[in-house]
């Protein structure tokens, strides 16, 4: 036998088709099995050999490899006497049972090494394997002498490895199996195969970052080393995978370094150079935005960044345009241009130019997460910091910058001189036309004053030995002489429309923060050109804040040195300074090195330094942990205190039908790090008041939102708001964000209250304000949507149909807003006083589902089961609801957007019916589907009350003509732009429509068909005049949505709804069937344009032909119960689980296209030739194709979807499309007939502006120029 031992094992497991280039595969899994001895067993502890013998074949054939290509064996290999020959009796059956070859198979057990490990003794065989298979060479089973003496090896195919070996490949890849056996009779098999051949990428040289983090300075200080230690190995791994598998597969701890390097080798000895930090990074360090003002100015400032960044390039663009209009200077030659022509020092040039950049980089910072604090500007740059803050509009700042600039460049020249004084000490040598012009740190001031002034005090200074400096500077700024400057200034602020800060700045002119009324006030920026600059001042009050990180955002390191000598020299550890974005040198390096000083501060922000080289996880040093010992020694007293699957081909396995299942209330309550904000939306005083009652209680924030006509405050956490308007929102978000108050949960109980069923419209449209207001926010959100009575859960409900519509909505929303994620919960009507209660438990659900509901205590969720159908002409005997030859049956609705041309052709060919034809368009088609005898006639569209009325008697005369209905169907209109668009540009006008064309015409079925029943009362005479059944079309929006299916699947939710009722109050079954899409048109098999209802491509593989539609028609309306059913060819809960989500996404990553290195793949053979691009428009188009599809040499004529697009990709397309050019491109004229590059490009040049108009403009605002100038 063998002895025991203990142990834990872990391994991490991924999908092979999942993994990418940068996973490091150790070993692949190609099959298992699993079994339990059972009542073959002779005792509880014997083994059974032929189910060992089975789980192996079982495993092998799962692997589907044959057993003569297993050439390692990890054994169970208990070493008992009974055990062992079992075990090898077992593998001989199952490996003989495959091959007659002998003794190729190499035989061990890790129990020789380290014992049984028990529970963990199978994970550490699989472990041993795994690395026997990566290294190549099988390990030695020790202390092997001789074999069991009941075990004839040479019978086997197995031979006991005692030594390590090589381990040769063959022709098939290196496989090995692993067994492990419990004690109680489970037995389990597993075939291992060896790693695909992964190909090594070729070495990159350039800028690297290397990122170190550790709980303590010491770890960090032991991590440094381990690393340089690998590094220094000739096998060192490449340094560009050192750095991606640092940055993806390390946890970020306190204490942190970083270094950047043009190259590895310098990459490599600044890490081992660089000093470790004082302190740990602290968890939310507050960040100050600093601003420089004139003088860190030089031409081409910007090109280096401009280059590297398209984030920057496209604000410093925003920036310049503004600037175009206001002034002469060619400011992008200046900024991006070091020999370009013109003065940049000059400051009406200077100003403007510094702006420019300096907004720019505060939008690439901004764009990138990062949200300062505090913004502190000096001069000129306290303009920036107001800009960012949002005092003024980037237009109104440019206008007042290039007013600022013009009329200080206008006024008397003069000198500046940097004096090593402090501001008190200065004031007091100063006298007649000297002045303090700037007091930067305690000891280092300006003074500004006329040339000769400037030059006396100068000469005086250094006769006493003091250090000056001239600034090279043309004028006496913030002094006497900018009086006429200021004169002009301020009734140009004044003529500007100024708001309140929104994010805290401090005033140069006084140092403290700024207040609204000062920030708005045209005198206050007049005395910020005149008065001294009190920048020190500004930084001390900076040190209020916690845990401050500087960051100085300019051309430059003007302001990062002068912080060093204004800091207290007792707290320069809280005050990391992070240098100007545009310096000198190479931009990548400096967004890198930048980046690294982030992470050091404990920022995780991605500056987007560029294309990353091809890069891999590779193996590293691990985490050195610091033991520490916590042994109570003897005598002590202890201290106690402290996916998927492909299409079926069979039609029976395309049913499903909704099934609700009581679910466990699984609460999540986490220790909360942050406070969670919720936005509570609700009419209902007390039911808003008690929850924000239950949220406040668990330490989270609530505030609650009503319904008003215009935005009002009710309290601080209470307010009015008209929930349809998006000005309203815009509004009620801007005063919750300027409260640091922006919700990450907002729950809308609107559902729950009388309005929601009786002005169903007010009610979706003012959700659907809510969801656009926060589906175009930058954060994610979490909505939760309440409804009363909406979902047919029990079949007791009083059932709301009208609020059904709100589900399209709740399922659409967050498939065309990633960052938004929605769920609905569904309470019951006739039990109010549980709604808080139901609400608060399922808000705190672990893993919420899409859609859940309560009734009583009870929670339910929402699946959708199998439900087969047999073929009718297969059915042992007559269905329960048989189609009758000769019968009547009525066909309503739009017949040719819908499936009625269908259902009529087939009910006159196969049945010869009578039938009724009921038409709610003006195509008058049923005539032309049918020689049976038909009875036409056309419902036209009017209130529900009228067409229940002509409904009736178009019923009542089929009956006196034909005799009894057996049957009506409900041809429903699928999609058009008529009745759906994205949620973005949905409007009461497609409600309508749909009200009209689908929902209007069933009410009125069911009044009508209520009356036929109500005239014959509970008697046989019912059956005779009412109708065996009606089938009503619906559709698989209402199951799973569809990007720009919104108002299209809230129409079928209410027909759902509909048919949920009647089964309530009527005897006739009603049956409501989800259709997908079918590929066929009534006037032959030319497919719909089935991409543009919403689904795109995906609709290829799963659309139904007409002769399916009519056999599963005819398998639903005779054997299927009432209520809902869907139909689909792919299982339906993996098509649920892709497109229906309750959270959002994590990102903006989802997107297909070029990999993040770049790369496209070859252009696919397509039936259309390659056309190449003929103007500047298709150009830009096939650029947008190429990057979002991942294509290359997309011609001008490839069909989207073709090239592999779908309607998700779309969606995501056309940000980049309304980006390109300013014309409005909707989703459906990208995933529309044709699809191309050159149809798009024909909607886009039909809607951008002619020459003439172009030229039309620029006489305009040259005569608008001209008319400036003469004023």
């Not at 037995?187 to 800028?207: F, K, M, Y």
């Not at 004082?278 to 100015?297: E, I, K, Y």
């Not at 020092?345 to 403007?352: E, I």
């Not at 294309?611 to 691990?622: C, I, K, Q, Y």
């Amino acid at each position: 036998g063998t002895v025991g031992g203990n142990g834990v094992g872990v391994v991490v497991l991924k999908r092979l088709e999942d993994c990418t280039a940068a996973d490091r595969i150790d070993a692949i899994i190609r099959g298992s099995a699993i079994n339990n001895d059972g009542g073959l067993k002779v005792s509880y502890t014997a083994p059974q050999v032929d189910q060992q013998a089975a789980v192996i074949r079982e495993a092998l054939a799962v692997a589907d490899v044959g057993a003569d290509t297993i050439s390692c064996l990890e054994a169970h290999g208990t070493g008992t006497v009974m055990g062992d020959p079992i075990e090898v009796a077992a593998l001989t059956r199952a490996f003989q049972s495959d091959t007659d070859r002998t003794q190729f198979c190499a035989l061990g057990s890790l129990k020789t090494n380290i014992g049984h490990l028990d529970a963990a003794a199978g994970i550490a065989g699989f472990i041993k394997t795994v690395l026997a298979l990566k290294h190549e060479r099988i390990p030695a089973s020790l202390h092997y002498e001789r074999p069991n003496p009941q075990i004839d090896f040479d019978a086997t195919p197995f031979f006991v490895n005692a030594k390590t070996r090589d381990w040769p490949s063959a022709d098939a890849p290196r496989r090995a199996g692993v067994s492990s056996f419990g004690i109680g009779g489970t037995n389990v098999h597993v075939v291992l195969e060896e790693a695909p051949r992964q190909g090594t990428p070729a070495p990159v040289d350039g800028p690297t970052s290397l990122v170190l983090s550790a709980r303590s300075r010491t770890a960090l200080d032991a991590t440094r080393a381990r690393l340089l230690e690998r590094l220094d190995e000739d096998d060192a791994p490449d340094l560009q995978d050192v750095a991606f598998t640092l940055r993806e597969g390390r946890a970020k701890m306190p204490w942190r370094l970083a270094v950047t390097g043009v190259d590895a080798e310098t990459t490599r000895a600044r890490l081992r150079s660089a000093r470790l930090p004082a302190r740990a990074t602290a968890p939310n360090p507050s960040v100050v935005f600093l601003f420089p003002g004139q003088g860190s100015q030089r031409k081409g400032m910007a090109r280096p960044l401009y280059d590297a960044s398209p984030d920057f390039a496209r604000a410093l663009d925003e920036s310049l345009a503004a600037f175009a209009t206001e002034t002469d200077t060619d400011l992008r030659a200046l900024l991006l241009d070091e020999d370009a022509p013109g003065d940049i020092d000059a400051t009406a040039n200077a100003q403007p130019a510094l702006f420019a950049i300096e907004y720019a980089l505060s939008q690439l910072l901004l764009d990138r997460g990062l949200r300062p604090t505090a913004l502190l500007g000096h001069s000129l740059g306290e303009l920036t910091a107001a800009c960012v803050a949002g005092v003024m509009d980037l237009a109104t700042a440019a206008r007042l910058v290039v007013h600022r600039g013009r009329s200080m460049q206008a006024a008397e020249p003069g000198s500046m001189l940097a004096v090593p004084l402090s501001a008190e000490a200065l004031t007091s040598r100063l006298g007649g036309a000297l002045e303090l012009a700037a007091h930067n740190a305690p000891e280092q001031s300006v003074v500004s004053g006329p040339d000769t002034a400037i030059r006396a005090f100068e000469t005086q200074l250094r006769s006493e030995g003091l250090a000056t400096y001239a600034l090279q500077t043309s004028h006496a700024f913030h002094s006497a002489s900018m009086e006429p400057a200021v004169d002009a200034f301020v009734p140009a602020v004044a003529a500007e429309t100024l708001s309140g800060p929104t994010l805290p700045f401090i005033s140069c002119v006084s140092g403290e923060w700024i207040g609204e009324s000062e920030a708005t006030d045209p005198a206050y920026w007049g005395r910020q050109l005149r008065q001294p600059v009190r920048f020190a001042d500004g930084l001390r009050t900076t040190l209020e804040l916690p845990d401050v990180v500087y960051l100085e955002v300019g051309p430059g390191s003007t302001l990062s040195k002068l912080l060093q000598a204004a800091v207290p020299t007792e707290t320069p550890p809280r005050l990391p300074v992070l240098e100007g974005l545009a310096s000198e040198g190479p931009a990548t390096h400096a967004l890198r090195t930048l980046g690294d000083r982030f992470f050091e501060v404990g920022l995780e922000i991605d500056l987007g330094s560029g294309a990353e080289a091809e890069v891999r996880r590779v193996a590293l040093p691990g985490y050195p942990f610091e033991r520490t010992t916590f042994r109570v020694e003897p005598g002590e007293a202890p201290n106690l205190e402290g996916a998927a699957t492909a299409p079926s081909t069979n039609p029976a396995d395309w049913l499903f039908v909704p099934e609700w299942r009581s679910a466990p209330a699984m609460l999540s309550r986490p220790v909360q790090t942050d406070r969670v904000r919720w936005l509570i939306v609700s009419d209902d005083d007390a039911l808003a008041r008690g929850l924000v009652q239950r949220i406040e209680t668990v330490g989270q924030d609530a505030w609650i939102v009503r319904p008003a006509e215009t935005v009002t405050t009710e309290g601080y956490r209470s307010f009015g708001v008209p929930l349809a308007d998006a000005d309203g929102l815009a509004t009620l978000f801007e005063e919750l964000e300027n409260r640091d108050a922006l919700p990450q949960q907002v729950l809308w109980l609107r559902g729950l209250e009388a309005a929601s069923a009786e002005a169903p419209e007010t009610a979706f449209f003012e959700l659907l304000a809510l969801m656009r207001a926060l589906g175009e926010r930058e954060t994610r959100t979490q909505l939760t949507v309440a409804t009363a009575d909406a979902l047919d859960v029990s079949g007791l409900e009083a059932l709301a149909p009208a609020r059904a519509a709100l589900a399209g909505l709740v399922q659409v929303a967050g498939q065309e807003w990633p960052r938004l994620g929605v769920r609905r919960v569904d309470v019951s009507g006739d039990d109010p006083a549980s709604t808080p209660r139901a609400l608060v438990h399922e808000l705190h659900q672990a893993k919420p589902p899409a859609t859940s509901a309560w009734r009583g205590r009870t929670r339910w969720t929402l699946d959708y089961a199998p439900f087969p159908l047999a073929k009718v002409e297969a059915l042992p005997a007559g269905p329960e609801r048989p189609l009758r030859r000769g019968g009547c049956y009525a066909v309503l609705g739009d017949l040719e957007a819908g499936l009625g041309w269908i259902w009529l052709r087939n009910l006159a060919a196969r049945f010869d019916a009578q039938l009724v034809v009921i038409e709610t368009t003006e195509r008058t088609l049923g005539a032309a589907q049918t020689d049976a005898a038909a009875e036409i006639v056309r419902l036209r569209p009017g209130t529900v009350a009228e067409m229940t009325e002509a409904l009736g008697g178009f019923l009542a005369e089929a009956r006196t003509r034909f005799g009894a209905i057996r049957g009506v169907f409900v041809s429903s209109p699928t999609t058009s732009a008529d009745s759906t668009a994205p949620l973005s540009l949905l409007s009461s006008a497609h409600w309508s429509h749909n009200e009209a064309t689908k929902i209007a015409p069933v009410e009125a079925l069911a009044n009508a068909l209520a009356a036929i029943e109500a005239e014959g009362g509970r008697t046989s005479r019912r059956r005779s005049s009412a109708p065996d059944f009606v089938c009503v079309q619906s559709s698989m929006a209402s199951v799973i949505g569809g990007l720009g299916l919104g108002g299209y699947a809230a129409a079928n939710h209410r027909i759902d709804a509909l048919v949920a009722a009647q089964n309530r109050s009527t005897e006739t079954p009603w049956i409501g069937v989800h259709f997908d899409a079918c590929r066929d048109t009534p006037e032959g098999d030319a497919p719909q344009a089935s991409a543009a209802a919403g689904l795109g491509a995906a609709l290829a593989d799963l659309a139904l032909s007409s002769d399916e539609v009519w056999d599963l028609t005819e398998r639903i309306v005779t054997q299927a119960p009432a209520g809902a059913i869907a139909v689909s060819r792919a299982p339906l809960d993996a098509r649920v689980a892709e497109w229906i989500r309750s959270g959002p996404r994590d990102g903006e990553g989802e997107e297909v296209g070029a990999d993040a290195k770049g790369r496209f793949h070859e252009r696919p053979d397509l039936a259309t030739a390659y056309r190449e691009p003929e103007d500047e428009v298709e150009t830009k188009l096939v650029e947008i194709f190429q990057q979002s599809l991942g294509i290359d040499r997309v011609g001008v004529d490839d069909d989207f979807f073709e090239l592999g697009g779908h309607s998700l990709l779309a969606i995501q397309m056309i940000g980049k499309l309304r980006e390109a050019f300013p014309v409005e491109i909707e989703i459906q004229q990208l995933i529309g007939d044709t699809p191309t590059v050159a149809n798009v490009a024909a909607i886009v040049r039909s809607r951008l502006p002619s020459q003439d108009d172009l030229d039309e403009m620029a006489a305009l605002l040259a005569e608008i120029r001209a008319e400036d100038g003469d004023e």
